[in-house]
């Protein structure tokens, strides 16, 4: 198994952190409207 380029290990930390922002907004929307 090669090791993972630097610029991938970047990408997906980058989508993992994107995807944790996206479920955080998420909830907060759903809680909004919950009221």
């Known amino acids: 198994m090669p090791e993972p380029s630097p610029e991938f290990e970047e990408a997906i ?4 952190r994107a995807a944790r922002a996206l479920r955080e907004v998420k909830a907060r929307r759903q809680e909004l409207e919950d009221g």
Do not use: E, L, R, V
């Open 13 to 16: 930390d980058w989508s993992a």
